[in-house]
Structure formats: C-alpha cells, structure tokens
C-alpha cells in the first residue's frame, strides 16, 4: 500500500493491526499526521490542527524549525558521523559547552554530565544508580503524584499506581512522599499552611528513628509536576526541600525532563525557587526533536569507575547537532521570557472561561506548562480537594477540541485535568485561537451535559 497517498482511516487501521495494544495516543487523538510546521499538523485526510501536545513537550521550537533542519541537513552532508557511543566529536562538545552554557552559574561552575540511553525514563535510572553509588544507600524518596517514567525504578517511584497495579519486582525502598497540591492538599487545608505541613512532614519523618526509613540515598522530585497534572511546586516548598536534603545529605534530584528549558517561564523550573540541586535529569526539549537524554549532577558525586553506566545509544550526534542549536536558540531569543508571557495570557484566558463554568475546578501551572482540572458536581466525594474528578467530562472536552482542530492531552488524577504544552514559540494570535476553540469545546460538552440531565 502506499501509505502516503492513504488517508486517516488506512492508516489507523494498519496501525490497530500491526502495533502493540499498548498504544495509546492514537486511541483518543485519531489521525496519522502527513505534513507538521512550527505549531501546526496536518493529517493525512487534509485537516490542520493546533498541536498543544507537542510530543509531550519535546518540540520545544515546535515542528521542523528551519534552524533545527538546516543544521541536521549540514551535518549529513558533511558525512559527519551519526551514532559514536560516548566517543567525542566537535558535534557533541559543542553541545556540552551549549548545555552548560543554559545552566546557572553555581550548578555550571562544579556540574559533570553522563549520557544516557535515549529516554528521559533513562535519566531517571542513570539518576538512582548514581546516587546509590556515591551513598552506599538504597533508599529513594519520592512524592505523589510523581511521573518519571516506565522503566523500573522509574516506575517504581510514580503516583499513578494504576500503571505498576500488575508489574511484581518494582524497585524496593521507595518512599512516597506528600506533594504540595493546594487544590487537592494531602492534609485538607491547601495554601501556605499546606505547604509548610508538607515540609514538616518530610523534616519530621527523617528525624524520627521510629518512622521505619533507612538514611536515603537522594530525594527525586518534578519542580511542576506534569503527567500529574500541571502541578507547580511553591518556591517556599522547594527552598525547603533543599534545606531539609542537604542537612541530612541527601542528594537532591530535580526531574526536568518535561519543565526543563525555558517552558516554565524560566530555563530550568528550579530556578523560579532560587535553589541549587545536586543533580538535574534532562531529555524531551535539550534534543531538538530527537532522542536524547542527559543527567547533569555536582561533581562531588562523580563516584562512577570507568564503564560504570553505559548506553549504546548515548552517542546520538544528530540530536546533540540538533539539540545545540535548539538550546542556543532558545537563550538567544529569551523563549524562557516569552514563554512566561505568553503563557500568563494563556491562563487568564483559561481563568476567564473557568469563571462561566462550574464544572472547572481549578487552573493551574506556570509559563506554557498549563492544567484546567475538571470536577462532578453530583458525586459523593470522600478524597482530597472539594470535588471529584471528572474524568469523562475532560475525555469530552479532548475529543471535542480535536474535531475543532486542537490537540490536547489529559492528565492528572483520574485523567481529569487537560493539560497545554504548546511549542515555546507559539504566538500571541495562536494562544488566543487555542483559547477560543478549547472555550467552546468546554461550551459545548457543558450544553450536552445539561441536556441530558434533562
């Protein structure tokens, strides 16, 4: 078959066929893209979308930025080699000298950095291992909510626990720790004094001798957390999981796969709590579109023998060619600063709609990392935050912006909260056209709703 000149359904259905059941954007995004510029795709039946996914945050510059293709394009003609383990090349030094270059001054001046495998879950586990070794403990601390990915330690530390419910031999001595999350807080006050009871409750826990946790080899955590739902840590929170870690020397590690390079409004999402971490776990954005995943880390903790941590795909030169002038482009144009703007006029649009409709719960996130959260008035509720979630409303209001031509993903609890990611380039006009379409996808859903209840 020639899959380029099929439309949508033969394509989808080829995939139904052939790929995993595991798959499972195309089960509620149903099209199979042909052409994709800067914040827009098309498919294969001709329809232009609004992409508020981005490959989950990956295309930073959105798609096929000239200067990122320009530069894989000179690369391979100039016979530059495209794969070298973690053999140095001018490609892979430049990038090295970009990265650092991105970073705050404290972390950059001490900072080493270890390749990984190509997925942000990668960093994670190169992450653990790291801090493992260099503390001789086996202890991780973790938080609910937490996403960072689906290899094992990884999975190990998520909050959803439906995904690791059936996987036995999970990685042992995780801890699970409160996050603060003032629309559903943990300890059911929300605000400052949420927070600061979360910060209490880790301080305590690592001062009692009875609270049954061995010294921990470090404590993971997302400044934002993403899959959990456009989740923003306060700064006061953040400052004083820094303090708490390094008084009881633990090695704090900051997951910036997803908030990292400039989405949050800053170039690193910590940077927003003026904290230094001790190791930061990087991919998504820093490759440009392509597989690449980074841990940068003080180099106190550079314990690692030769051959250590290894990775055969760690030498992915055309993603550090592509991923070099993503970050350079990035700083020079100030994307970190756009990003902040355009995504606070993005939110107050998205407060303005949650003002018409009480079926919105909350608002939330910070630079273009946002999350609407959708409740059920009608359930009797007994968890955390006034209100259920509802899932089925938010599957609704997804598939009603796709046929409006959005694409957007959910997340959070009970896949409850739509979540926007656009490319860090995305315009002033478009932010206000993704905001009218999703207003009246909401509009719409809210109108049905009502009818059936009827």
Same mark, same amino acid.
């Given at each position: 078959?020639?899959?380029?000149?099929?439309?949508?359904?033969?394509? &989808?259905? #080829?995939?139904?066929?052939?790929?995993?059941?595991?798959?499972?954007?195309?089960?509620?995004?149903?099209?199979?893209?042909?052409?994709?510029?800067?914040?827009?795709?098309?498919?294969?039946?001709?329809?232009?979308?609004?992409?508020?996914?981005?490959?989950?945050?990956?295309?930073?510059?959105?798609?096929? #930025?000239?200067r990122v293709v320009e530069t894989m394009k000179q690369a391979l003609d100039a016979d530059r080699p495209i794969h070298t383990l973690d053999i140095s090349t001018p490609a892979k030094a430049?990038?090295?000298?970009?990265?650092?270059?991105?970073?705050?001054?404290?972390?950059?001046?001490?900072?080493?950095?270890?390749?990984c495998s190509p997925a942000g879950t990668d960093a994670v586990e190169a992450a653990l291992k790291l801090v493992k070794t260099a503390t001789d403990n086996r202890t991780i601390l973790g938080f609910q909510?937490?996403?960072?990915?689906?290899?094992?330690?990884? &999975?190990?530390? !998520?909050?959803?626990?439906?995904?690791?419910?059936?996987?036995?031999?999970?990685?042992?001595?995780?801890?699970?720790?409160?996050?603060?999350?003032?629309?559903?807080?943990?300890? %059911?006050?929300?605000?400052?004094?949420?927070?600061?009871?979360?910060?209490?409750?880790?301080?305590? +826990? +690592?001062?009692?001798?009875?609270?049954?946790?061995?010294?921990?080899? %470090? !404590?993971? +955590?997302?400044?934002?957390?993403?899959?959990?739902?456009?989740?923003?840590?306060?700064?006061?929170?953040?400052?004083?999981?820094?303090?708490?870690?390094?008084?009881?020397?633990?090695?704090?590690?900051?997951?910036?796969?997803?908030?990292?390079?400039?989405?949050?409004?800053?170039?690193?999402?910590?940077? #927003?709590?003026?904290?230094?971490?001790? !190791?930061?776990? +990087?991919?998504?954005?820093?490759?440009? %579109?392509?597989? &690449?995943?980074?841990?940068?880390?003080?180099?106190?903790?550079?314990?690692?023998?030769?051959?250590?941590?290894?990775?055969?795909?760690?030498?992915?030169?055309?993603a550090m060619a592509a991923g070099e002038t993503t970050i350079d482009y990035m700083l020079e144009n100030d994307l970190d600063d756009h990003a902040a703007n355009v995504g606070a006029r993005l939110r107050d649009k998205l407060e303005t709609m949650a003002e018409r409709f009480d079926v919105v719960g909350d608002v939330r996130g910070r630079g273009l990392m946002l999350g609407v959260e959708f409740v059920d008035l009608d359930a009797e509720w007994q968890g955390a935050g006034p209100l259920a979630p509802n899932a089925d409303f938010a599957k609704a209001v997804q598939a009603e912006c796709f046929d409006r031509g959005l694409i957007i993903e959910l997340g959070g609890r009970a896949s409850a909260t739509v979540r926007f990611l656009p490319p860090l380039i995305v315009s002033k006009k478009q932010v206000d056209d993704i905001a009218a379409i999703f207003s009246e996808a909401v509009a719409a859903v809210a109108n049905t709703d009502k009818d059936q209840r009827r």
């Open positions: 078959m020639n899959y380029t000149e099929s439309g949508n359904s033969a394509i &989808l259905a #080829h995939q139904a066929e052939r790929e995993s059941n595991a798959r499972t954007y195309p089960r509620h995004l149903p099209l199979a893209i042909q052409e994709a510029h800067g914040i827009t795709v098309t498919d294969m039946d001709g329809n232009d979308y609004y992409d508020c996914l981005a490959g989950a945050g990956t295309l930073a510059l959105g798609h096929n #930025h000239p430049r990038f090295i000298d970009t990265l650092f270059e991105s970073l705050p001054d404290e972390f950059r001046n001490s900072a080493k950095v270890q390749f909510g937490a996403y960072h990915g689906m290899t094992n330690g990884a &999975l190990s530390l !998520m909050g959803d626990t439906d995904a690791k419910e059936s996987i036995p031999g999970l990685m042992a001595d995780v801890h699970h720790l409160p996050y603060p999350y003032d629309y559903r807080c943990p300890f %059911g006050v929300g605000g400052e004094d949420g927070h600061r009871l979360a910060s209490s409750y880790v301080e305590n +826990l +690592l001062e009692d001798p009875e609270s049954g946790i061995t010294d921990p080899a %470090g !404590m993971i +955590l997302e400044p934002v957390q993403g899959e959990g739902g456009a989740i923003p840590a306060p700064g006061e929170w953040l400052r004083e999981m820094r303090r708490i870690t390094h008084d009881h020397d633990i090695p704090l590690i900051v997951d910036e796969i997803q908030a990292g390079l400039g989405r949050t409004g800053e170039t690193y999402a910590f940077e #927003h709590a003026d904290i230094t971490p001790d !190791m930061i776990t +990087l991919s998504k954005a820093i490759g440009g %579109g392509l597989p &690449l995943a980074v841990v940068v880390y003080d180099e106190s903790l550079d314990v690692w023998e030769p051959g250590a941590h290894a990775g055969t795909f760690r030498g992915n030169q055309l």
